[in-house]
């Protein structure tokens, strides 16, 4: 029985084949450290890391490509800027919605720095947030705004635009968790009046595991305190931390051929064309959804239309405990997908999953409506056996 992988929203896979030829090729016959020395393989990896930090910077609209950091993953970069920025006094604004790597940083913030006020603004029960309801929170010391783009449990696309433009008339500094996003949703950091884009490499990017980073402005820049330091290869009689961007928020060998993996898979979407992509996953996500529904024992949670959120679906079914069901997916028939919490607890409490969790369905570029079909069929076999 063929393998079928509905599990896109914690990585993608397959990865393309450019992503694994080139990360093969590097480790094979090239090597070599970025900016550590300067040998031919060490000015060919340093080469690498420019390419890509340009590359990225062009792909979310940023002006200046060594505004670029990167780090191992979105949440260490979501970590690296709660904590580099957020001061006493500070109030804070986020939504139900948020994935622990949002949510527990800024609960730690505020039990630890004097006067820290977190609100946390309740979204629907389809996981969308009201940009009425963000405005009637703003106070005189609100300083920050952030949230996910779309949701990793139930896909819900949230008002960016929107929320930018509340953030730059009332000079809140705004940050966004693209994970379930980038590379599949066009994000343009100018037109969203964003302050700091944190992404990952292995999702939607199609790059591997290991790779992520932050995209920071220079007014964001300005407040942000470098939380480690370390060697970075530049300025290197100094015993202290250069302050100089990209090097200021970039300590130790850098993950080069995670790196060259994420320039390939970004270029991967460029060609392919990002408004393709997420075209072709609506239509299997609306499809899975609309057979899912003529199921009597089968409760979706969130949004019914596809282009309102990502290819993300989260279900139960009636009688079937969720983790036992993703068990029996996995090992009688060959589905992976995700059950549980998913890191996300109040978005549980939010849609009305919580405290079972859901069965987590998440479809990529790669898989196809066959995969599609044959998956409800498998559900309907495992609600026949109840």
């Given amino acids: 029985m063929n393998k079928i992988y509905f599990d896109n929203a914690a990585t993608t896979f397959p990865k393309p084949d450019s992503v694994i030829k080139a990360m093969f090729d590097y480790m094979s016959f090239k090597g070599g450290s970025a900016n550590r020395g300067s040998s031919s393989t060490a000015l060919q990896s340093s080469r690498a890391v420019y390419e890509c930090r340009y590359e990225i910077a062009k792909f979310f609209n940023f002006p200046k490509s060594e505004n670029v950091i990167f780090t191992n993953n979105i949440t260490t970069s979501l970590n690296m800027l709660l904590l580099g920025i957020i001061k006493s006094d500070w109030h804070i604004i986020t939504t139900s919605m948020e994935h622990n790597s949002v949510l527990r940083p800024l609960v730690k913030i505020s039990e630890e720095l004097p006067n820290v006020e977190l609100d946390i603004v309740q979204c629907n029960n389809e996981g969308l947030v009201s940009v009425e309801k963000i405005k009637e929170k703003i106070k005189n010391n609100t300083k920050l705004i952030i949230l996910s783009h779309a949701s990793n449990l139930v896909g819900t696309i949230q008002p960016i635009k929107e929320i930018g433009k509340l953030c730059k008339e009332n000079d809140i500094f705004f940050i966004l968790d693209s994970a379930q996003t980038a590379g599949v949703i066009p994000i343009d950091m100018t037109e969203l009046n964003l302050n700091a884009l944190a992404f990952t490499g292995h999702k939607s990017l199609l790059g591997p595991q290991g790779i992520g980073g932050f995209i920071i402005d220079d007014k964001l820049n300005s407040i942000c305190k470098n939380i480690f330091s370390g060697g970075t290869g530049s300025n290197s009689s100094l015993i202290e ?132 079909y044959r998956f409800v069929e498998v559900i309907k076999e495992l609600i026949s056996r109840r």
């Fill in 241 to 372: 931390h250069p302050q100089e961007l990209p090097d200021k928020f970039e300590y130790g060998t850098l993950n080069t051929p995670g790196i060259i993996g994420l320039l390939e898979g970004i270029k991967f979407i460029e060609k392919e064309g990002i408004e393709n992509i997420k075209a072709k996953e609506e239509v299997l996500c609306q499809k899975a959804m609309d057979l899912l529904c003529e199921i009597p024992e089968v409760k979706i949670y969130g949004p019914m239309d596809a282009k309102k959120k990502t290819s993300t679906i989260s279900f139960n079914i009636e009688g079937i405990d969720p983790e036992f069901a993703g068990f029996l997916l996995d090992s009688e028939f060959n589905i992976t997908c995700r059950t549980g919490i998913h890191c996300t607890p109040l978005a549980h409490k939010t849609v009305g999953s919580y405290p079972t969790g859901s069965i987590r369905i998440s479809l990529g570029y790669f898989n196809t409506i066959e995969e599609v």
